[in-house]
Every structure is written in C-alpha cells, then in structure tokens.
C-alpha cells in the first residue's frame, strides 16, 4: 500500500498568512493526488485534484502542486474560513489511502 | 445539486453485524463508483471500498477485507455497506462518497456520514 505523510501534522497562521502543507508519497504516483478540507463536524471537501487542478468553486487563493512522490497545498492569503483540516489522498491505486491529516489553526 | 444521504448507523455489540445505506439523488446514480470513508471520532479519515460503475470489481482496505461487503442497487439509487464481525476499532462516521470520473479521480460528493459504535 502506497503511504502518505503529511508535514507539519498542526500549524498555527496568522490571517493573511502563506501556508503551505506538504504530502509525500512512499512511491511515486505521478499526479494522481487530491487535497481534501474538512471543518468539525462536517464532511470533507474535494479542493484540488490531479495534483494542481482547482475543483469548481474553490477559490484562487488554495494552489496545489507536485508530482511524483512530493506534493504541496498552498493558501496564498489565510481567510478566516480556510481554518480547518486538510488531507491529501493518493488516487493512483488502491487502497486509496490518506494522509494522515494537517490542522491549520488561528495564531 | 448531488444528495446523498446516509443511514443505517447505531450501536452494535462486537462481533455483530449492521447494513448501512446512501441514497444517492441528483445525478445518474449507475453511470458512477461510489465510495465508503470512515472517520474514527477524533481521528482522520481512512478509505474503506469502492464499487465501480456497470459491474467492475469491488476494492477494499486490508483492515475490513473478508468483513464488509459493498453493494448497489441502481435501481432505487442505493448504495449499501454490510458489515459483519464488527470490531471496536470499526467505531467511526461512516461517509459514502461519488467518485468525480471513471479512472484515477476522486471523490467529489460526500454525505453527511451516519455514526456506527460498536461497544458491549
């Protein structure tokens, strides 16, 4: 099974902030990466897949890239909506495993 | 806009057994793989199986391999998840989810998810 790391597991930011989350991959799965958020309580939702393309209605600030065994999630500008928890997930084959969770919480 | 909606959840007993359902609405329900994520309270999220579009194989996670069972009805637009030999470690919301597109993709659409305690 493909392993996921996520670094770091828990960031404090500022509003306004640049963060950026990073997953690694145990073996390379080209860009067949997705980067999920989740607020308490709810379900997750999907942000970005393939590696870098934006899903519908996601905005501009969120970026992702990478390929291979290395991926990054970018917010440009930390909103007050975007705190939260974000896992990538590995799509190249299964089990479709993730990572294993990086909670971005207010300064 | 995509429904699906989850139920079938409550407390069982080690070893016992529960079905749980998702109504799928909205969407061409059988053109769709649908998905099964579990959430342990407190804990991330752990991908369980998936069953394809048109007949293809079902995938599982080790961890419930020969237990839990995946199944479709399309038509009444259901998705289904037996699981049997319950574990206390098998505790979690229980989300079903739409896979985006045939192929490498994700899943795009999740329920709300419905609780499953197993616990004497």
């Known amino acids: 099974d493909i392993q996921l790391t996520q670094s770091p597991s828990f960031l404090s930011a500022s509003v306004g902030d640049r963060v950026t989350i990073t997953c690694r991959a145990s073996q390379g799965i080209t860009s067949y990466l997705a980067w999920y958020q989740q607020k308490p309580g709810k379900a997750p939702k999907l942000l970005i897949y393939?590696?870098?393309t934006l899903q519908s209605g996601v905005p501009s600030r969120f970026s992702g890239s990478g390929s291979g065994t290395e991926f990054t999630l970018t917010i440009s500008s930390l909103q007050p909506e975007d705190f939260a928890t974000y896992y990538c997930q590995q799509v190249n084959s299964y089990p479709r495993t993730f990572g294993q969770g990086t909670k971005v919480e207010i300064k | 806009e995509v429904q699906l909606v989850e139920s079938g959840g409550g407390l069982v007993q080690p070893g016992g057994s529960l079905r749980l359902s998702c109504a799928a609405s909205e969407f061409t329900f059988s053109s769709f793989s649908m998905t099964w994520v579990r959430q342990a309270p407190g804990k991330g999220l752990e991908w369980v199986s998936v069953i394809g579009a048109g007949g293809s194989p079902p995938y599982y996670a080790d961890s419930v391999k020969g237990r839990f069972t995946i199944s479709r009805d399309d038509s009444k637009n259901t998705l289904y998840l037996q699981m049997s030999s319950l574990r206390v470690e098998d505790t979690a919301i229980y989300y079903c989810a739409r896979k985006m597109n045939f192929g490498k993709y994700p899943v795009d659409y999740w329920g709300q998810g419905t609780l499953v305690t197993v616990s004497s």
């Open positions: 393939a590696a870098s």
